[in-house]
């Protein structure tokens, strides 16, 4: 059973930094995609960034670009979204993402992922 648990979230000012953890666990190797999305309330849930199994394929949402940075560390069945200059229009509940495959096609559509964690909250304050 494959599961993901995101941490990291919390409230912060504009301008404000924050990192974001996945921890993966049931997968006996790092052959996955990982990706970050976030929905906000109303709203449809958006593609965030995205990374493949050995990081050699890395994607950014052109809205986070310059601020977003997504990283994995497969050792530690860890990945992490860090977060710099962040906006109100952040907010949101940030979800964590892991696909069946490790180079997944179309790494920013919903339906290559089927493994998804609880999400964590994270707030900006204007």
């Known amino acids: 059973q494959v599961q993901l648990v995101e941490s990291g979230g919390g409230l912060v000012q504009t301008g404000g930094s924050l990192r974001l953890s996945c921890a993966v666990s049931?997968?006996?190797?790092?052959?996955?995609?990982m990706a970050w999305f976030r929905q906000a309330p109303g709203k449809e849930r958006e593609f965030v960034a995205a990374?493949?199994?050995?990081?050699?394929?890395?994607d950014h949402a052109d809205s986070v670009k310059g601020r977003v940075t997504i990283s994995r560390d497969n050792a530690k069945s860890t990945g992490n979204l860090q977060m710099n200059s962040l906006k109100p229009e952040d907010t949101s509940v940030y979800y964590c993402?892991?696909?069946?495959?490790?180079?997944?096609?179309?790494?920013?559509?919903?339906?290559?992922?089927?493994?998804w964690g609880q999400g964590t909250q994270v707030t900006v304050s204007s």
């Open positions: 993402a892991a696909s069946r495959w490790g180079n997944p096609e179309n790494p920013g559509l919903l339906f290559e992922y089927n493994y």
């Open positions: 049931g997968r006996t190797t790092s052959n996955y995609g």
């Open positions: 990374i493949n199994w050995n990081g050699g394929y890395i």
